[in-house]
Structures are given as C-alpha cells and as structure tokens.
C-alpha cells in the first residue's frame, strides 16, 4: 500500500474545511467569499486528491453528496417527536380569535409576542445530526413515521453535512431539524427545460418537482435535481434554548439555511400587518410561498400551550388566497408557438385566483386534453403557481349536464392555414410553415424578452402590430426601426417611441449566452444557453464544434446537440445571424479566467445608467469575476451610480465607498 504523504492529509483536509466554510457562506449566508470558479476549483483539486487516495474516503467529505446505490424501497423510521401539521386561519379575525386562544389557555392578559415566518409549499423533513454529522433524514410522512431518505437529502447542496462549528457555541450531541425541501421557480423552470429535451414529462409545478425529487429511489438523479432548503424548527436537541427566534438565530449559526423574511417578537396586529406585505411581495419571491406560520416566541409559553393530537396550539398557518378555484371553460382555441407548436387554449369564465382573475389557461397538447377528459363547457379545477401560467388541473365531473363538446385538434394552423403535422412519437402537433406569420411574432417577442436582447417597451401587442404592418420581417429589422416607423403604431406616443428606440440600441451589446437564447433554437433555454456560452467562449467555436463535442458537455445531452448543430447547419439561420451582426449587434463574450479582472469585488448598482441596463452591467461584472449586491454596506468596493441615483448614493458617501460612472465601469471591464 501506498504511504500516505502528511503533506497530502493535511492538504485533504484543509480543502474539506474550506469548502465546507464557503458551502456555508454561499447557501446560508448568501455572501459568498470566492468566486464559482474559484470554488469549482478547489472542488476539483479535491476530488482529484481523493481519487489518488482512496484511503482517505470521507462520507462527510464535500465532494460525496452523490452515489449511493439505488434503493428498491425506502426504509421507514419513527420520529421521536411527531411532526404535526399546523391549523389554518384564512382571516384576519381568525388569527385574533387564535391570539385569544393562546392568551385564554395561559390566563393573561398581557401581549403575546409572535414569530414569523413565510410558509414554504414544499415538503417537510426531518434531519438529525449527532456530534455535528447528518446520521439520517426522513420525510414527514403520517406525522409519527417518515421515510428515510438520508442518500437524497445529503444531495441538496444547502444541507452541511457537517454543522458549521463556530467556536461560539457547542455543537450538540444530538439536534432533530425540521425544515422544508422546495424547487425555486429558476430551478423548476430550467428543471422542465432538461425533462423536455429528454423527451420527459414536465412537473406540472414545482411542489410535484420537488415531491418527485425526493422520492426517488436512486440519489443520483435527486443529485441533478435543483432542491433547496429552508429550518424552521427542532425536534429532539440538547440545544439549550429560549425562544423560536433564538432557535432559529442557532440553527443559522450551525450552518442550516433559514428563511431571510422571518421576524422576530412581533404583536399579533403586526403580525397581520406584515401577513399583508408578505402576500403583496409574494408573487416577486422566487420560490412558492402558501402563507405565513405564527409562532408564539418564548418556548416556555409553547410548552405550557402544549399541542392537541394533531397541531401544536402555539402556532398557526395563516393562509394566503387559495391558488385554486372552479371555473367553466368557455371555449377552446389554439396558439400558435414560435417553433410552430400549436397550443390549445382553455378560456374560461373569469375567476379570482389568489388575488389574480384568470381568463386563459393552457392546456398543453392534444393527449394532455385526453388524458383529464377536459371538454368545452366542463366546469374545471384551475390552478395558478408562481409565476407559471394558469392550468386546469381537472374537470369536476359531477357538474356535467351532458351538452359539453369534445374538442379537436384543427387540421390547418389557424393563423396561415397550412396544414399541421404530429411527429410518430411526439406530444406536439406542429405548423410547418416557417413563414408562418404566427411564428414570427412570437420568436420576435422571445428574441426581444428579458434573458434574450431585453428590449424594453417592446411589447408583444406592438410586436404583432408591427409584423402585421411589414415593419418587422426578422429579427434584424428591429435594429432599424426607428421613432418615425414607431409612432405610427397605436397607443404610441412619441417619447415612447424614442424611448424604445433608446432600448432597442442599448439592447445592442449582449452577453453570448443571451443571444444564444435569443435565437430560439430547439432546446436551448436559458440555462443550457448558458452551459453552452461558458464552454464554447464564441460564437465561431460554438459553429465549429461537432455535435458529439456539445453532446459531451456536461449538462447537455445528444439531442440538444443534435438541435444545435442543425440550427446553425441552415443557411437560413446563418444568414439571420449575419443580419443581426451587421445591424451594429456586439456580443460581449464571457471573460477567461485570466481575464476576471474584477474578481471578488463587490458591486452596487443606482440610478439609470447610459447606455446599459443594470442586467446587462450586473451580468458583465459577474462574467469578470466580480458581485452585484443590492445594498451598499461595508463589504462594498464600487458603487456605480448612473442618472437620478437612489439614497445609495448617500450611503456609499458616508462609507466612503468609492463611486463610480458608467464609462469607468466599461473601462475597467476592458471594453
Ligand atoms: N415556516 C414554517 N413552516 N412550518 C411548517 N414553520 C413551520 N412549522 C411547522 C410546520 C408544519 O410546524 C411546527 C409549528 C410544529
């Protein structure tokens, strides 16, 4: 056997400590102190010295967060503490009736004081760490047993499976955490992207993805899966504690990740107060958020309040709006896709849909129709998730009278008329026209969206407009439209017009992997255009490459592969690219790692800059290494104030941060 080097041992685990430490400071601190490629850097050296030496195996190592066999069943484990579920209150008086409660069961009269906290709609979980290693997490499942799914939880990269140990504290011998598991609308979007290249079934909302995530029996497909987590509680701990707050201030401090919106000692009036902030800021979250959870703070009040056998009485869910509701279909009718995919369309008779009145809802394709037996005046479950667009998630079939009619798929596309074809094998019926004028507006209005050239002002209602007049043809033609050709559309004045005319030109300097968006090729959203952009640095490498050179990417498979090469095989595309170049376009190509001139610097953005949005300055300074913050503190290196600066600008002054303009940004990004 192989003598193993001190030197190497000590290397091994230095490198574990620290990549534990950054692991902490990225998902439970959101303040990260290398770079990714910094990270994936010691990651790699890592993995590399374990490979050497096998004999250093670790399973708390960083770099073991996959490969446990698959199992053929889950083992099922009692939880010492059941794990109750919470009541509900849907009102405002329903939370005071709940405060009165508490104040009756504890015969006072005195304030309560709360903590709280958004309610996750995931799923919750159970892990237990002894002497500061994860030994097991299981599932809540009927509240006193769960499922034991250690293998795929130690996958979710937000989970330490060592506790962070501070110094400030001991860790504890034994700590049962409770949290919630979820997929953010990002992941579950770029989730559903990766499922429809497989040719899979997308997850109808992220709670399915995640629940779908995490019962799997092999870990290494959770291992791709982008679950992330949320503590909210504990079980059985030797944790001395005093307060939820307190609680949930300590768990923070070991390492587990808890929500940023929680807050402390709060009256119940304030409580409801901030339940209304809450559900007005919740469509901007980036995740899926049912409600608020109120706690009654002091833990020595929760254990005279105590629990009956199915919710504790020292806490409560108070919902928000249900994201459901029944509605009739009033018709159905068919949209037609920028890649000619023909997508039926449910209307409905308007409904209110947590706050929000839904008219539309999709309903993906001809089998999906079938398969839920929907037809034209069901009355329908519909259903709206985050930001994803409204769908019926099944007929009530009770209240058929038995004049509903069954719908079919037209045999022309309803927009140009040409005939409309389904692949042996496919889900999709497609129009085959490619001067189908349908399509055309909606890859404009892709090409110009936010991720793509961001084009702001340009609407898809002035799109269609502006196609159906002549005025846009192809792409290129946006960069010569101009205020006059604008103005003459409806409803535009002219400083809209000059306004877009000023988007249209700033939107002109684009990072590679959002004009690789732009161009709409099959399969490649935002994030594989991104995987795309960072390894193929250009977009002569990217048109050189094989398809078995993209295929071998990591996170792209053969059939993204196959789409990318025949895109750019077509004259026809070549051509509008061209077109697109000649119009004046700069792709900013991502920086080498030699060229991350601004590595580790810190960043705030205020005011309006001249001649770039603030997306497109965040993601130039994070291709050159450096971090956009929203706030400016004392780790802020740059503030880089434009037109009309926000009370940042006072604040970098008082820090003495130094601040800068646009052209000084450019110059130190070297363009
Ligand atoms: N945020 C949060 N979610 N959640 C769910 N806190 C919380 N607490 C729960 C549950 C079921 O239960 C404890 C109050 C027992």
């Not at 990549?19 to 990270?39: C, F, G, I, K, T």
């Not at 936010?450 to 502006?466: M, R």
């Not at 580790?600 to 130039?620: H, I, P, W, Y």
């Not at 956009?628 to 290196?637: A, E, N, Y």
Request: glycine content about 6%; overall charge neutral.
């Amino acid at each position: 056997m192989k003598e193993i080097d001190a030197d190497i041992v000590n290397k091994v685990n230095a490198l574990r400590k620290a990549l534990h430490r950054h692991n902490y400071l990225y998902y439970v601190l959101d303040n990260p102190e290398v770079s990714d490629a910094e990270y994936d850097r010691m990651m790699r050296e890592l993995t590399a010295l374990e490979e050497a030496w096998p004999e250093l195996y670790d399973p708390d190592s960083p770099t073991s967060r996959i490969g446990a066999p698959p199992l053929s069943e889950f083992e099922t484990i009692a939880h010492s503490i059941p794990m109750l579920s919470l009541g509900n209150a849907f009102t405002d008086s329903e939370t005071i009736d709940f405060d009165r409660r508490v104040r009756k069961i504890l015969r006072t009269d005195d304030e309560i004081l709360y903590t709280v906290e958004p309610k996750l709609d995931g799923l919750a979980v159970e892990l237990v760490y002894e002497k500061g290693k994860l030994i097991v997490a299981s599932t809540r499942g009927d509240g006193i047993n769960g499922e034991v799914i250690t293998a795929n939880v130690r996958t979710i990269r937000s989970v330490p499976l060592l506790l962070q140990d501070t110094g400030k504290r001991n860790i504890p011998l034994r700590l049962e955490v409770r949290g919630e598991v979820f997929i953010s609308h990002e992941g579950f979007r770029s989730l559903n992207e990766e499922q429809l290249s497989q040719k899979l079934s997308p997850f109808a909302n992220p709670r399915n993805a995640a629940a779908g995530s995490l019962r799997q029996l092999d870990s290494s497909i959770t291992a791709k899966r982008p679950l992330e987590i949320f503590f909210y509680g504990v079980g059985e701990t030797d944790l001395r504690l005093k307060s939820h707050w307190e609680t949930l201030q300590t768990l923070q401090e070991l390492g587990l990740r808890i929500n940023p919106l929680i807050r402390q000692e709060i009256t119940i009036e304030k409580a409801v107060d901030y339940y209304k902030a809450l559900e007005d800021k919740r469509h901007l979250l980036p995740y899926d958020i049912d409600g608020m959870v109120i706690k009654v703070d002091a833990l020595s009040l929760q254990t005279k309040l105590g629990s009956t056998s199915r919710s504790p009485r020292w806490a409560i869910a108070y919902k928000f709006k249900a994201m459901q509701e029944t509605t009739r279909v009033l018709n159905i009718d068919v949209q037609v896709g920028r890649t000619g995919v023909l997508t039926p369309v449910a209307h409905l008779q308007p409904v209110n849909v947590g706050g929000a009145m839904v008219r539309r809802a999709t309903l993906h394709n001809e089998d999906e129709i079938e398969r839920k037996d929907i037809r034209i005046g069901d009355t329908v479950l519909v259903q709206r998730a985050g930001d994803v667009i409204p769908e019926v998630v099944k007929v009530i079939e009770s209240k058929r009278t038995g004049v509903e009619r069954i719908f079919h798929m037209p045999l022309n596309c309803p927009v140009c008329g040409s005939i409309v074809i389904r692949a042996k094998g496919e889900t999709a019926t497609r129009c085959i026209n490619a001067t189908c004028l349908a399509q055309l507006k909606e890859r404009i209005k892709h090409f110009s969206s936010k991720g793509a050239f961001d084009i702001d002002g340009l609407g898809d209602k002035l799109v269609e407009q502006l196609v159906d007049k002549g005025l846009l043809a192809s792409y290129a033609d946006i960069f010569h439209l101009d205020a006059v050709k604008i103005e003459g559309m409806e409803r535009m004045g002219a400083r809209s017009a000059e306004k877009l005319v000023l988007s249209i030109e700033k939107s002109k300097k684009i990072k590679f992997n959002c004009f690789l968006y732009a161009l709409g090729i099959r399969h490649v959203g935002e994030h594989v255009a991104k995987i795309l952009a960072s390894e193929f640095k250009s977009l002569d490498n990217l048109l050189d490459a094989t398809a078995t050179q993209i295929g071998a990417v990591e996170g792209v498979g053969s059939v993204i592969a196959e789409s990318v090469v025949n895109f750019f095989k077509q004259n026809t595309n070549r051509e509008v690219i061209s077109r697109i170049l000649d119009s004046n376009v700069c792709i900013l190509f991502q920086a080498g790692e030699k060229e991350r001139t601004l590595e580790n610097k810190v960043f705030v953005l205020t005011g309006t800059l001249k001649d770039l949005t603030r997306n497109q300055a965040k993601e130039m300074i994070e291709a050159a290494g450096g971090k956009v913050s929203g706030s400016v503190g004392r780790k802020t290196d740059y503030l880089v104030a434009g037109s009309s600066p926000g009370s940042k600008l006072n604040m970098a002054k008082d820090l003495g941060v130094e601040i800068i303009d646009q052209a000084t940004l450019q110059k130190m990004l070297s363009l």
